[in-house]
């Protein structure tokens, strides 16, 4: 699954794996696709604005994390992001339910 | 491979200064790590072209002025609170004209204002506890509306005070027509009333702007797209 197709969901997926625990861009891709089991094969470069518009909405902070053999941005949720994360896992709950109660035979 | 990449995005990259040097240093950073797994030039391939890459960064307008609403909104109740530097000069002038004392007021009024000032400089610096002042701001916020707009002490010295200074013609301006004392009354409830409820809007925007609601980004979902 591509870009298009997870357009309006990337942020949530994205606050869920930084959810679990901070990380930089290539291992957020690497989370996405791993917990998927490889359908969230998005261009890999969609993923850094992604990130940093939700740094800028206060949702994710960053930091370089200098530990390693090569300099890398590491991105973490803040708890509005928590928050907001929480609401949105509600929300999807919800719908996927929904969607679930029509579809099913 | 990298490096002629990474040129290519930087010319069709529409942000400037430090954001910019982020945005190229964290792709770098990426694109080495991919490398040493899948290859410079899958590493690539992966990353999309260099025009995907760099148009989403070049921000709306409107979108970065919303993610500004925190700074915003700290300004604003600033601004709001300078403004009204010139009307607590006023009360407390007229009320010393007459003898009376405000000082049991501004007292009441300093925790409110001290601890406005506090978030709202930490909001603008962006540190957490900014965040963290506005629930005990609301709470003293709407303790002191309360007491304002009930007039209850000692929120009652200051505005008798006032009303017996203008009707006793210390301050006359706008009466011009009218009994002092019915003057007197009425700009009393005015600022009693409007000062309140400006109070009082202002810390429910600052509140939302900084602490609450927080937008589901369906605008910025779509440009994702």
Redo the contacts between chains.
Sequence with gaps: MGGAEMSGHLDLLLLAVLGDTPAHGYRVIELLRERSGGVFDLPEGTVYPALHRLERAGLLESSWDESAPRRRRVYAVTPTGRRQLDGRRREWAGFARAVGAVIAR | VIDAYLADVARHLRVHGR?RR??L???E??L???AERVGQEEAIR???TPE??AR??APRAF??LF?QR?RLAALLMLAAMAASVPLALELHALNDRIGRATAAYFAFLAPTVVVALASNVLVLLRH?LG?RLVKPLAVLAGVTAVVTLLSLPPADGVFTGYRQAVAAGYETGGCSGRALAVCAADHSDEIRIDYTAGAIFLTALYAWAV?GW?????R???A??
Excluded: K, N
């Excluded at chain 2, 927080?214 to 369906?218: S, Y």
């Design positions: 954001r982020r945005v240093m964290e792709l950073a990426h080495h790590e991919s992966r990353m999309g995907e890459v989403p960064f979108d970065r993610e925190d957490p965040e602490a927080t937008p589901r980004l369906r910025r979902d779509r994702l797209a």
